[in-house]
């Protein structure tokens, strides 16, 4: 599935296939299942929905933190949580053992205890967290190869006095 497809969280119903209320299939574009859901108001998995469920997991994967541990993690294979700190400059103990728990429990990174003393656990993506860490990565590649075109495009957006304002 390229980056430009959304996933449907539930299957359709195979009884209603004319039925305009229903959500887009699957393999349609991102673009399209949102324009298509547009009129739909109680489907609950589409991601423009504030109560779509799929958010925790964009939240998860597009934290700073979660983009950059799955970064780190696809480079370096398996990574015990004292190198992943030292890996993510700026990360806190606390944020970390946060953004973990949330990207084990999407599935995208394995957890492996190995029940000794002093206590020894590795961190390692999942086939779904190498899926989701190849396209985090092209963004993260993309962001580095064109920050001297956002930096430029930031200072264009200030204007000397602060904030910039719309032309009454």
Same mark, same amino acid.
């Given at each position: ?109 394995? =957890? &492996?205890?190995?029940? @000794? ?5 590795? !961190? ?5 967290? $190498?899926?989701? *860490? #190849? =396209? &985090?990565?092209?963004? @993260? ?5 064109? !920050? ?5 495009? $930031?200072?264009? *957006? #200030? ?10």
């Amino acid at each position: 599935m390229n980056r430009d497809q959304h996933e449907q969280h539930e299957p359709p119903d195979q009884s209603d296939q004319n039925d305009p209320q229903r959500p887009a299939q699957p393999g349609k574009t991102l673009r399209a299942t949102i324009a298509a859901n547009a009129e739909i108001d109680d489907f609950a998995a589409r991601l423009t929905a504030a109560n779509c469920p799929s958010r925790a997991v964009l939240s998860h994967l597009t934290s700073r933190w979660g983009t950059l541990i799955m970064v780190v993690l696809l480079a370096d294979g398996s990574r015990r949580f004292s190198q992943l700190r030292r890996a993510v400059g700026g990360v806190s103990e606390k944020m970390l053992a946060q953004t973990l728990d949330g990207l084990v429990g999407d599935g995208f990174v394995r =957890r &492996l205890d190995h029940q @000794v003393i002093p206590p020894h656990v590795e !961190y390692s993506l999942t086939a779904l967290g $190498r899926e989701a *860490a #190849e =396209r &985090l990565a092209a963004l @993260v590649d993309w962001i580095e190869q064109s !920050y001297p075109r956002i930096e430029a495009a $930031r200072r264009q *957006a #200030e204007p000397a006095g602060g904030k910039q304002t719309a032309a009454a």
